[in-house]
């Protein structure tokens, strides 16, 4: 079941354009990757999602309904959750505050124990830490913080922009073992990454994006063995 589906996008910063005619479909119960070199435009794409940049041109639907004009407060409310570059936690509140802040929807308040519960038997580091600053923790266990945040707010649709981005290559392997298990409790998961190898690993689907339009799709593994994926952004020979 379609859960977002964007059509073609445009969108940028003051009178420059960086998404020209973008258009994807993440799927209920799927990872749709979308993967890239630096300055494709996949952050930009994951803010337009979220609602933090506005639309010049183009639609964007939520289980069929237009949201496209929605400000991020309502696309929260109604489970488009973003977890953002570079985590963006609260540095002097525990982890436990953190994560409290993130059931901010009714629906996610009614349920934030039993949610809280999950995320603390997700990520057991943070369950240890749970009284610590969130400023004081590693990157890693910062942006299991993150992720944590992000579930807490019970999203339908999970954005997760360079959710390893300056980890270390261990924590990173974490982040790519806990995406499909999002997936498998029926998120739909779209995940914007640099390192594109892995990344359509775990992806059923997903959107090649450079200079700020869709270049190539379709299933991840197809992806990972093109031939000219392999030569533009795996450094392969394609042979």
Same mark, same amino acid.
């Given at each position: 079941?379609?859960?977002?589906?964007?059509?073609?996008?445009?969108?940028?910063?003051?009178?420059?354009?960086?998404?020209?005619?973008?258009?994807?479909?993440?799927?209920?119960?799927?990872?749709?990757?979308?993967?890239?070199?630096n300055g494709?435009?996949?952050?930009?794409l994951?803010?337009?999602?979220?609602?933090?940049?506005?639309?010049s041109?183009?639609?964007?639907e939520?289980?069929g309904? &237009? =949201?496209?004009?929605?400000? @991020?407060?309502? $696309?929260? !409310?109604?489970?488009? *959750?973003?977890?953002p +570059?570079?985590? /963006?936690?609260?540095?002097?509140?525990?982890?436990?505050?953190?994560?409290?802040?993130?059931?901010?929807?009714?629906?996610?308040?009614?349920?934030?124990?039993?949610?809280?519960?999950?995320?603390?038997?997700?990520?057991?580091?943070?369950?240890?830490?749970?009284?610590?600053?969130?400023?004081?923790?590693?990157?890693?266990?910062?942006?299991?913080?993150?992720?944590?945040?992000?579930?807490?707010?019970?999203?339908?649709?999970?954005?997760?922009?360079?959710?390893?981005?300056?980890?270390?290559?261990?924590?990173?392997? &974490? =982040?790519?073992?806990?995406? @499909?298990?999002? $997936?498998? !409790?029926?998120?739909? *998961?779209?995940?914007a +990454?640099?390192? /594109?190898?892995?990344?359509?690993?775990?992806?059923?689907?997903?959107?090649?994006?450079?200079?700020?339009?869709?270049?190539?799709?379709?299933?991840?593994?197809?992806?990972?063995?093109?031939?000219?994926?392999?030569?533009?952004?795996?450094?392969?020979?394609?042979?």
């Open positions: 079941m379609t859960a977002l589906a964007a059509t073609g996008l445009h969108a940028g910063y003051g009178d420059i354009e960086v998404l020209r005619g973008v258009s994807i479909t993440a799927r209920t119960g799927a990872v749709t990757a979308i993967v890239g070199a494709a435009g996949k952050s930009t994951m803010r337009v999602l979220a609602g933090l940049l506005p639309v041109r183009g639609r964007l939520l289980d309904a &237009d =949201i496209t004009k929605l400000p @991020p407060h309502a $696309r929260v !409310a109604r489970g488009v *959750v973003l977890v +570059e570079g985590r /963006l936690i609260f540095p002097d509140l525990s982890v436990h505050e953190n994560l409290i802040l993130g059931s901010v929807t009714p629906h996610a308040q009614g349920v934030r124990d039993e949610t809280l519960a999950q995320v603390y038997a997700m990520f057991p580091r943070l369950a240890e830490r749970r009284s610590q600053a969130g400023g004081t923790l590693s990157g890693g266990e910062q942006q299991m913080l993150a992720l944590g945040r992000g579930l807490m707010a019970r999203p339908g649709v999970l954005l997760l922009d360079e959710p390893t981005l300056g980890l270390a290559p261990a924590i990173a392997k &974490d =982040i790519f073992r806990i995406v @499909p298990r999002l $997936r498998d !409790a029926g998120l739909a *998961v779209i995940i +990454e640099q390192d /594109l190898r892995r990344t359509l690993r775990i992806a059923d689907f997903a959107y090649v994006l450079e200079n700020g339009t869709v270049v190539s799709s379709g299933k991840g593994k197809d992806l990972e063995n093109d031939p000219d994926v392999q030569r533009a952004y795996l450094g392969l020979s394609g042979h």
